[in-house]
């Protein structure tokens, strides 16, 4: 028998908030893991929702854009003070209000998505 997934209201809040912001995409898939959840757009993942944030994927080519609006990397505690960080950046803020902004940053995190798939 599955194990429930313990209640995280908090999570279930950021997962209905990027399905909102997300919307102007179409279909996009969310699958709860590890505390977090990935949102995932034509079968890749080009979002994390972790920390009552949204990360979206990140490379090398769209790195500069993140860096130009101070968005910092998605890392976590791996344990004894290793810290591990991915390639996620944190959604601007202001992209939050504004669905086309939103759309925008959303593309970029696909656009990696889809060159890490390559």
């Known amino acids: 028998m599955a194990k429930k997934a313990k209640a995280n209201p908090e999570l279930d809040a ?14 996009i898939r969310v699958r709860k893991m590890f505390g977090g959840a990935g949102v995932y757009y034509d079968g ?13 994927k990140a490379d090398r080519i769209n790195n500069p854009k993140f860096d130009a609006h101070d968005c910092p990397p998605f890392h976590y505690d791996k344990g004894e003070g290793e810290i591990m960080t991915l390639s ?3 959604m601007p803020e202001s992209a939050f209000d504004d669905a086309d902004e939103a759309l925008a940053w959303a593309k970029l995190g696909i656009e990696a998505a889809a060159r890490a798939q390559k």
């Open 14 to 27: 950021l997962i209905a908030t990027a399905q909102e912001v997300f919307a102007g995409l179409g279909d």
């Open 44 to 56: 890749r993942m080009f979002a994390l929702l972790a920390d009552n944030e949204i990360y979206l």
């Open 88 to 90: 996620y950046r944190a």
